[in-house]
């Protein structure tokens, strides 16, 4: 796993000029913060992606799930980004709600860091989304690591109260 070492010697080197964003972001999730890429966390995504020819899309990130999973009828030429939830239903769930997490990632105890991982990563032809990350024991080798090296621990869900 080389996001161990890579994160040993970025930690170590102790230089806050140098960010490097997927962990920063891990460190501020883990300290109750926001996450700053769409690697983690499972945020409902910010944005579309407009093609050349004017066609609107999903994450092109996507397109190594399945042949065509980001293909739509919408285009900024002929339709407005009001009519997503007909003409490009996969972005508009995106946007409008994201991608529900697997049973697994519900029950998992770094659920409020690592969100799933990164949504492609999560694509099979046989569940669609509705899958822990392919990386997932990877992910949480480094969250492990992390945590040990910076004494961070998971923090124990609340008890809600009525």
Known sequence: MFLVPAFDAWFDEDDPSVVVRVFYGLLSRMMGGPMTSDAFGNPIVSY??????GSIQPNDALRVCQNGITN????VLTSGFDDLARTAPLAHRLLSEGVPLSSTCQACEEVSVCGGGYVPHRYSSANEFDNPSAWCDDIKLVLAHIRRRTGLSIPVPSASTS
Not at 48 to 53: K, Q, Y
Not at 72 to 75: G, H, K, M
């Open 48 to 53: 579309l992606i407009v093609d050349t020819d």
């Open 72 to 75: 739509t009828r919408a285009s």
